[in-house]
């Protein structure tokens, strides 16, 4: 059994706990320019910015710095706990005293402030949108208006992340076919480590991975369509085997996994002591961070024989908007912030910054593990449906299929059940277009 160093856990414990966003310096004297702004300007408007991303807060600064630099603003950004941000915003954005301009959810998740009337209006402001693949504009659209809210701030693509060390010690290739995927899984766990990092106690990240393993065999698009169509329901004989292929898999899991969490899935990756770890795009920057040794490759999960795609897939959605909090009395400050937030000088920031997949136009990704993610999703792309589609009610598709497959690794239902639960959830709000 190969035993893997454990010099990260301190660091990585260190570095999952909450950062607090700090509120910007002030000047000693009248005359003295906040460092960042604009030359000449004197007394910089404030802007504040809120986000539920506080392990961003550094490169956010670095990247509001540059904007600071030709505009009389100062962005105050303030980062809060990712579970606690939604209680946080709604409490703001209905109060006198919230942010300007606000990290806003996607698709489903965003209608409930656009219904409330709590986000201003952008349509035909932005410039930059009218360049975007016009699924993640979605992501920014009222449902019932068809009226854009937000700039969509990034693209999220789904596939594997693989250690490259670990692939050579074992002498695996790359797999390319669901049975070179399987043997490699068996090889990994021969050897003492765990193959897959996945921690099903967090049901939100059930959903992803059943995507990641899932939507090439029940048919990525052609499926949603289908389904948006009324020609097919999330009980169709390929749904339910894409969900037992996470039964399938299960075995070269954590185990225990329904008791293992999301961050111990990171750590078990990091500090490797797992050889692969399904995930999205956004997992890099820290990965990079917390272990900067990490020889880091990604893949397509292989189709298998009979899957309804012929070809692997990287699914994607948009993470989220940026938008303009409608009781904000500085609309035209925050507008003009938005309108750079839709260029490419953004865009580029966020992409080297961040390491995220910003939707701008002209934005090139100079991070070689970020160019292999972008390439495989060009070539072959898909929709993550539940998330796309499904959460415009109660409950959501997302909600379902996680709770669902904490059912199945807990064997309290088996894949055909889970596939059922997912449709009569959404039976109660959704209706197919004919």
């Not at 950062?19 to 030359?39: D, F, L, N, W």
Request: charged letters at 20%.
């Amino acid at each position: 059994m190969k035993v893997r160093p454990r010099h990260l856990i301190a660091a990585l414990a260190l570095a999952m706990l909450p950062i607090t966003a700090c509120a910007p310096g002030s000047s000693s004297t009248p005359q003295e320019k906040p460092a960042g702004t604009a030359a000449g300007c004197a007394s910089p408007e404030s802007l504040k910015v809120w986000s539920w991303r506080p392990e961003d807060v550094e490169a956010y600064k670095k990247i509001f710095a540059a904007y600071e630099e030709k505009n009389c603003v100062k962005v105050d950004f303030q980062a809060f706990k990712n579970t606690e941000y939604n209680q946080i915003l709604t409490t703001g954005l209905t109060g006198s005293n919230g942010p300007d301009v606000v990290q806003a959810r996607a698709y489903g998740a965003l209608q409930p402030l656009i219904a409330g009337g709590n986000l201003t209006e952008i349509t035909g402001k932005v410039e930059g949108l009218n360049s975007m693949d016009p699924t993640i504009v979605t992501g920014a659209t009222g449902k019932a208006d068809g009226k854009v809210y937000g700039v969509p701030f990034a693209t999220q693509t789904m596939q594997v992340f693989y250690n490259k060390k670990i692939f050579k010690e074992e002498g695996i290739e790359v797999p390319k076919t669901w049975d070179d995927f399987m043997k490699a899984n068996e090889k990994i766990k021969g050897s003492g480590m765990t193959p897959l990092a996945v921690g099903a106690k967090d049901a939100w990240m059930m959903p992803f991975i059943h995507d990641i393993f899932g939507s090439a065999e029940y048919g990525g698009k052609d499926f949603r369509d289908a389904v948006q169509s009324g020609k097919k329901t999330f009980t169709d004989d390929k749904y339910i085997k894409s969900i037992q292929n996470l039964k399938d898999l299960q075995g070269f899991m954590p185990k225990d996994v329904v008791g293992v969490s999301y961050t111990d899935a990171q750590v078990l990756f990091t500090n490797e002591q797992a050889a692969m770890f399904p995930g999205g795009s956004f997992e890099l920057a820290f990965f990079q961070k917390q272990n900067p040794e990490l020889d880091l490759g990604v893949f397509q999960v292989p189709v298998r024989d009979g899957s309804a795609s012929s070809k692997p897939v990287s699914p994607a959605y948009a993470d989220g908007n940026w938008a303009i909090n409608a009781k904000s009395p500085k609309q035209e400050a925050s507008l003009k912030l938005l309108q750079w937030m839709g260029t490419q000088e953004f865009g580029q920031m966020v992409a080297d910054e961040l390491k995220q997949f910003s939707p701008v136009e002209g934005v090139s990704f100079n991070d070689p593990v970020m160019k292999e993610i972008w390439d495989l999703y060009q070539a072959n792309s898909a929709p993550y449906t539940l998330l796309v589609d499904f959460r415009y009610g109660t409950p959501s598709g997302t909600d379902l299929m996680g709770s669902g497959v904490q059912e199945l690794f807990l064997d309290s239902k088996d894949a055909s059940g889970v596939a059922q639960k997912v449709q009569d959830g959404v039976s109660q709000w959704f209706k197919p277009t004919s």
